[in-house]
């Protein structure tokens, strides 16, 4: 891999690790307002994010490369309310779909095949996570952010299941 792909790869490895830590303080933020539902969501999110940086770091390692974990900011510790840290979650998310957009054009210029499909599936990936948390911030504008409309939103997100795991409650 040539030093200008994996370059950007590092850059994209701290940036889904730094969604990740901005993930966990808003699940710490929602936990200490008793916001339940939207702290499991958020922690939930924290460890999906997580799991694309490390998607990152064994690709860069298969590669040949080394991945470096730089510093990551400190995340914000007050988002006001449930739809403006909703928002701002779309916010970053809609930047780490900038970066991945960059990756794979940098990849189709580089003739990186191996990087093109890796950032295929991060492609498609994003569309999701900007889909799930635009729906989050449509419903909460339709019910109201607050009062019975957040109990019920809160209640809903509380249902969310980790990556991968099945939905229903299936007994084996």
Known sequence: MNETIQQALNEQLRLELTASHAYLAMAAWAE????????HWM???????????????DFIHDRDGQARLGALP?????????LEMFEAALEHERKVTASINRIYSLALQESDYPTQVLFQWYINEQVEEEKQLTQIIDQLRLVGAEGVGL??????LAGRRPEGEPEGDEEE
């Open 151 to 156: 109990y019920m939103i809160d209640r809903e």
């Open 74 to 82: 400190e995340p914000g510790s007050s988002f006001g309310t449930v």
């Open 32 to 39: 200490a307002r008793n916001l339940s539902g939207c702290a």
């Open 43 to 57: 922690r939930a999110q924290s460890e999906e994010e997580r799991g694309h940086a490390l998607k990152i770091f």
